[in-house]
């Protein structure tokens, strides 16, 4: 697996400032190199995830083009997870979150974020996770893997 060039903003800070911001230990050096080309990292790391939402984090920055070796990223993982865990994760209310909360809570990707989105406007509130399972291109197994995330 390899990562590209992430299409956020991207927002300059000087190493000293950052190094002072993450945490120390094991990833800390890839993480910084992989990221502070493409966004601020004391805002990526203060969003909190559980561990499958750091994942999906990964996975867009790959998808994006971010390039980095399967080692760097699973150290990556490691580092992000340990030290930037979820705190407690409000459920979201899939009748109103936005996009990006669609993507980062529920470890959904961008289209299917936007396919949820869509499928509300065109048809209403959803009132069950089997409502959710209609939207077409959403992956059914990730919805139940967190419907205990998801409100209505």
């Not at 990833?27 to 805002?43: A, F, M, P, Q, V």
């Not at 996770?129 to 998801?150: C, H, S, Y």
Request: proline share 4%.
């Amino acid at each position: 697996m390899r990562l590209g060039v992430c299409s956020v903003t991207f927002l300059a800070l000087s190493s000293t400032s950052l190094l002072a911001q993450l945490a120390e230990g094991p990833g800390r050096d890839e993480t910084e190199r992989l990221c502070e080309g493409c966004h601020e990292i004391e805002r990526s790391v203060s969003r909190r995830q559980d561990r499958d939402a750091w994942q999906a984090t990964l996975n867009k920055m790959v998808a994006l083009g971010t390039k980095a070796t399967d080692e760097e990223l699973a150290l990556i993982l490691d580092y992000l997870a340990k030290n930037y865990p979820a705190d407690e994760v409000p459920p979201v209310n899939v009748n109103t979150a936005p996009a990006i909360e669609l993507e980062s809570r529920l470890a959904l990707r961008r289209s299917q974020a936007a396919a949820i989105i869509a499928y509300r406007s065109k048809n209403g509130r959803f009132k069950t996770i089997d409502d959710l399972k209609k939207v077409p291109g959403v992956d059914t197994e990730k919805i139940e893997a967190k419907k205990d995330r998801i409100v209505f």
